[in-house]
């Protein structure tokens, strides 16, 4: 029992929310920085942004499973609205959502963090 | 006196059997031998996430909070909070042992924007997996996804 909270209070164990947010931003920066909605390529900017945070995440070197969605929205005047729901342990795991917008549309990523 | 003595010594001794005796009897009665580790990294058979049962839980969740509801900006967040507890505390109430559970609900309006999600994982494909389902009405539409994630 006391070696399991040692391993928690490890910086190595925990999800850290600055550094996430930090990558996620500039994966979008970097994927969809300065263009306009196109329907046609929304696929392609979803895999790309999601890829870019992924294998930025892996190379924290963490011991941690990642989940990573993003939500590529026109700006149309509708609304969305996202809520989750977790049960895991609060010492190891946490998320970071993201939201970001340009003139034409509205983009959301969320990542998950689970420890090992 | 050297009666006395001998007499003395042999009370004492069988005092001292009786003594013995107890003590080997009393080990097995107080300690439990503790159960050999187990040294398992992969749920069991029946114990793997279950995908059927998560996904009628969304559905039938999405269902009694949305159906004959019209979307309204002040109570959509609040809609979506319910629905992502309840599916949430529904799929723990299955009792999977050691799964860690996300759950994500989006409520969209239906106002003919072009929406786009993706999603990538890094983990166990043999013990992690995920459900989603989409629930759609006139003016909107509920997309809600499970995770369930292994703990070794």
């Known amino acids: 029992m006391e070696v399991k909270e040692c391993n928690d209070l490890n910086e190595e164990n925990q ?7 930090k990558i996620i931003k500039e994966a979008i920066e970097n994927s969809i920085g300065g263009t306009a909605y196109q ?5 392609q900017w979803t895999s790309a942004v999601v890829e870019s945070c992924l294998s930025q995440l892996t190379k924290l070197q ?32 946490g998320s970071c959502t993201v939201r970001w917008e340009n003139k034409t549309m509205y983009c959301i990523v969320s990542v998950f963090g689970l420890g090992i | 006196m050297a009666d006395d003595d001998e007499v003395v010594e042999e009370a004492e001794g ?38 059927q049962n998560v996904r009628e839980i969304i559905g039938q969740t999405m ?16 809609w979506a909070k319910v629905i992502a507890n309840a599916v949430r505390q529904r799929v723990q109430e299955l009792g999977m042992k050691r799964y860690k559970i996300v759950v994500q609900a989006t409520i969209i309006e239906m106002k003919g924007a ?11 494909p043999e013990t992690d997996d995920y459900v989603d389902d989409l629930f759609r009405s006139d003016t909107m539409f509920c997309y809600t996804i499970v ?3 292994y703990m070794y």
């Open chain 1, 15 to 21: 999800f850290i929310v600055d550094d996430v947010s």
């Open chain 2, 14 to 51: 069988v005092l001292s059997e009786e003594v013995g005796s107890a003590n080997e009897l009393s080990p097995i009665e107080t300690e439990k031998p503790l159960e050999p580790p187990k040294y398992e990294i992969r749920p069991g058979l029946g114990e793997k996430f279950q995908s």
């Open chain 1, 62 to 93: 963490k011991p941690y499973k990642y989940i990573v969605t993003c939500t590529i929205m026109q700006k149309n005047g509708a609304g969305l609205h996202t809520a989750s729901s977790c049960f895991w342990d609060n010492n190891t795991d």
């Open chain 2, 63 to 78: 269902k009694e909070q949305l159906m004959g509801r019209q979307y309204r900006s002040d109570q959509a967040p609040k």
């Open chain 1, 39 to 43: 329907h046609n390529k929304v696929n």
């Open chain 2, 147 to 149: 995770y369930g994630v």
């Open chain 2, 114 to 124: 072009g929406v786009k999600c993706g999603q990538r994982c890094i983990w166990d």
